[in-house]
């Protein structure tokens, strides 16, 4: 069974047409959907890029493979699952932008057989610092194009901030999303009869919010804004109130600059660079099908985080903890022989469960290192949970989902000393709107979420330092580290509590 992981970057959950958003235009992620099991209820394990996608590739809670913010060194020991199917056997890829540590050249460089990241950055090889070209921008170069590349920021405009939107200067043949559609296609049509794993990582609808005109000219110039655009903040906590303020009191970089103008161009960007997104996802799942591929190649979607793009007033995704909107994941599953047609999963999910589920799906050994859980009978359409919560973690702010429970945990010295914290009723308020964190008749209920947290963390963490305890009568208990070092999720804690060996715990 091949693979086939396609990533978009700050994909609204909400924001496509079979989750029944009145605006978004995604034929062919409906098609998808339609095909196979929608998530609902899927969320990320980090609001930024760099942190969520090590957790997606290697399986593992941020807690436990320590990155939180963007780029990096890259860890060494981290296993991940394009290296563990490589090491079994499969062709692998890495295409579009990865954003993982590279320092001082990418984590994945040893275990794929194609590392074609889009944007230059730190060495993406072993032949020093600096010294990677991104065959993206040889390939404008090599057209006469390179100026014309607009998805990072706006030419036009160098050294302004870049939450803009217009058509891109590029056609969509010659835009990212059409050069990774490109290489992938190339990557699978060389593979021959050995089997795949690919990881096709878009870029959009991340801004600049740059889409094709064609899909520029899908949505109409006067849309509907955002829901919540002008929501009062007063119940949020402070960084947040402080990101509305900077971002209704500012002004667009184009004409008409003024606040509601500028805000209702980036939203129609924004929702433009989904339809481009959606049209690649099209595309890939059309060459399966013209190429035989479709019966045995596994086909998922995700995003590694969320996005505001003007909802509830926030200009980008920060501070993404916050929010359904940030924290919640598009994720689409199509497994040929399993998945029935047009289900959808209401359980909870997470990112770093791309992982384990590859794996048992393809019939591979497990990860050992891997924190996530194995979603195929739930891609089967059975409905028996596999986690009680769902945690998305910054270093000092933590936000749960439980049951119909949104708990956001932050540190009193993030506010100076004051206590901040957010719980809403998402079945009774959707749109986050009324904080029953300080209402007393929700006390048990936030006791409750607390409790969850702390409980989640203590049996999340893989400990590096701690080794069985046995008596003169016992048997030592069968113990290995995994190949980070840390304790193997199949001789962990759990087997430690079965044989009654964390009494010095």
């Known amino acids: 069974m091949n693979v086939l992981h396609i990533l978009s970057d700050q994909h609204q959950a909400a924001c496509m047409g079979h989750a029944g958003h009145p605006q978004a235009i995604t034929p062919h992620l409906d098609r998808l959907a339609s095909q196979g099991v929608s998530f609902s209820s899927a969320y990320t394990q980090n609001p930024i890029c760099t942190p969520s996608r090590v957790s997606m590739l290697s399986g593992q809670y941020c807690h436990n493979h320590g990155y939180y913010g963007l780029g990096g060194p890259r860890p060494e020991r981290l296993p991940n699952y394009l290296g563990h199917f490589r090491r079994h056997g499969y062709r692998t890829a890495g295409i579009g932008k990865l954003h993982l ?46 100026e014309q590349e607009d998805s990072i920021r706006l030419p036009e405009f160098p050294g302004k901030q870049q939450h803009e939107a217009r058509p891109s200067l590029l056609p969509y043949k010659h835009s990212v999303e059409g050069w990774c559609v490109q290489t992938a296609r190339r990557f699978i049509s060389d593979s021959g009869d050995q089997p795949w794993c690919v990881q096709v990582s878009l870029p959009r609808p991340h801004q600049c919010y740059t889409p094709d005109q064609e899909f520029w000219d899908r949505y109409p110039e006067d849309l509907d804004l955002p829901v919540g655009l002008h929501q009062d903040a007063a119940h949020r906590p402070p960084h947040f109130q402080k990101m509305v303020e900077r971002y209704r009191n500012g002004h667009g970089l184009l004409k008409p600059d003024d606040f509601e103008s500028w805000a209702r161009r980036v939203w129609r960007g924004y929702l433009a660079c989904v339809t481009q997104v959606d049209h690649a996802v099209g595309e890939l799942m059309d060459f399966l099908e013209t190429h035989g591929l479709t019966e045995n190649t596994i086909v998922v979607y995700g995003s590694d985080h969320g996005a505001y793009s003007g909802t509830f007033g926030v200009p980008e995704k920060a501070p993404g903890i916050c929010s359904e909107k940030v924290c919640r994941v598009p994720m689409v599953w199509r497994v040929p022989g399993i998945s029935p047609s047009e289900h959808r999963c209401d359980l909870l999910a997470e990112n770093i469960d791309f992982a384990p589920t590859f794996t048992t799906l393809c019939g591979l050994p497990p990860m050992e290192t891997s924190d996530g859980c194995d979603l195929s009978a739930l891609l089967r359409g059975e409905n028996n949970p596999v986690r009680e919560v769902a945690v998305t973690e910054n270093v000092w702010s933590k936000s749960l989902r439980y049951k119909n429970w949104r708990y956001v945990h932050y540190q ?64 030592p208990l069968a113990y290995a580290t995994a190949d980070d070092g840390k304790e193997s999720n199949a001789h ?14």
């Open 101 to 146: 540590p590279d320092q001082p050249h990418n984590w994945v460089v040893d275990d794929v057989d194609l590392l074609a990241e889009c944007y230059e950055s730190a060495s993406n090889n072993k032949s020093g610092a600096n010294s990677y070209r991104s065959p993206y921008f040889e390939y404008l170069e090599a057209l006469g194009l390179r």
């Open 412 to 475: 009193p010295e993030t506010f100076g000393g004051k206590e901040a914290g957010e719980l809403y009723d998402l079945e009774a308020d959707p749109g986050e709107t009324r904080n029953l964190y300080f209402e007393a008749d929700y006390a048990p209920v936030l006791h409750q979420c607390r409790r969850l947290l702390l409980e989640w963390l203590i049996r999340t963490t893989r400990a590096t330092t701690i080794w069985p305890a046995t008596g003169s009568k016992e048997q």
């Open 492 to 505: 962990g804690a759990v087997l430690r509590a079965r044989n009654r060996q964390l009494n010095y715990l």
